[in-house]
C-alpha cells in the first residue's frame, strides 16, 4: 500500500537520479573536451589512453543512469496511481505529478 511518504521518497530518488543524470552528462563533455585537447598538443600516448578510458568510463554511466531512472519513474507513477484511486491530495501529489510531467519531457527530447 502506497503512503505519502513513500510517494515523497521516490519523488525524491526521481529528482536525485535526474540530477545525476546531467552530472554524468557534464562529465562527459568536459573529459571529451580534455580528450580532444589533448590529442591536440600531442599527449604522451600512456596519459592519452588513461584519459580515453575515463571518458568511456563516464559514457557508460549514462546508460545506466536512464535505467534507473526509468525504473524510479515506473514506481513513482505506481504509487501516485495508487494515491490517487484513494482520493488523497496535497502537495505530495502535486509534486509527484510535476516530477513526472520533468521526467517525461526529458526522456521525449533525449530520445528525439
Known amino acids: 500500500m502506497a503512503t505519502v511518504r513513500n510517494l515523497k521518497i521516490k519523488t525524491s530518488t526521481c529528482k536525485r537520479v535526474v540530477k545525476e543524470l546531467h552530472s554524468y552528462e557534464k562529465e562527459v563533455e568536459r573529459e571529451a573536451a580534455k580528450t580532444a585537447d589533448m590529442k591536440e598538443k600531442g599527449a604522451d600516448p600512456y596519459d ?29 507513477k505506481a504509487a501516485l496511481t495508487e494515491l490517487e484511486e ?8 502535486e509534486d509527484a505529478q510535476s516530477t513526472i510531467a520533468d521526467v517525461e519531457k526529458l526522456f521525449q527530447t533525449t530520445e528525439a
Open 48 to 76: 592519452l589512453k588513461q584519459q580515453e578510458n575515463v571518458l568511456a568510463e563516464s559514457r557508460m554511466m549514462i546508460p545506466d543512469c536512464r535505467k534507473r531512472l526509468e525504473s524510479a519513474l515506473a514506481e513513482l
Open 86 to 93: 484513494e482520493n488523497q491530495e496535497g502537495q505530495e501529489i
